[in-house]
């Protein structure tokens, strides 16, 4: 009986134990930024809000396999004064991993996108320029404002910075719309915002995941896109499907840490 007893008690503290080490090992995850981490244009909205966080996106995508505890922060329209004035509220010292996209909405790539398609190469042109010129010289500096927060309020998380796709396959399947000269401009305008972005996530000692090679051959006017040209509602367009989400966001987040 006795020994029975002392069989029983051993295997309850060992199930405890393993219950303990499985809550200790739960990461807590913050996901921040602006709707390509929310998931716009993924579809499968989790609430009604205008941030239309998405189960299809690649956050909510991780902590549904990892068992993570997730707070998803990030919201459609999200520039680095939102981030830092909305989102930030989750950090503390026990965060473990935070990811976040940032940047295209400070360089008002939304109104560049309408402007390429409404005032042709020349005004694309004259867009990209312009916003390229925001982001190498404003941008850099509200970038480090948001960086020094996130690692000030969770000092021991890992940090993935997230870039941008290109939006166009050049020479591709597209018989109407832009030009392939200004696809070309706007492609380069992603590369102007993935540098800087790369450049400024790496001073602050986070990491870097560049999404452009895993959406190569998925580009508007590829025979595969990840991304929506212009659709319907109209914010989702330009943004990654459910396909870009998946395939293109998520094994490139969890390749980076």
Known sequence: MLRTLSVLVVAALATLGLTTSAQAATVSY???????????????????????????????LYASKSSASLSFQACSGAKTTDVLNNQLGSLSSRTGLVSITVGGNDAGFST???????????????????????????????LDKVYDAIASKAPNADVVVLGYPHFYKIGGSCSVGLSDTSRGYINGGADALDT??????????????????????????????????VTWPVDESYHPTAAGQASGYYPVFTAAF
């Open 112 to 142: 560049v996108m309408q402007d390429c398609i409404l005032q042709g190469d020349s005004g694309c042109k004259t867009a990209i320029d312009n916003a390229v010129n925001f982001v190498e010289n404003s941008l850099p500096a509200l």
């Open 196 to 229: 800087v972005i790369a450049k400024r996530a790496a001073n602050a000692g986070f990491k870097f995941a560049d999404v452009r090679s895993a959406f190569t051959g998925h580009e508007i006017c590829s025979g595969s896109p990840w991304l929506h040209s």
């Open 30 to 60: 913050v996901a921040l930024g602006d709707s390509y981490s929310s998931g716009v244009g993924a579809g499968s909205y989790l609430d009604d809000s205008a941030c239309k966080r998405s189960a299809n996106a690649y956050p909510y």
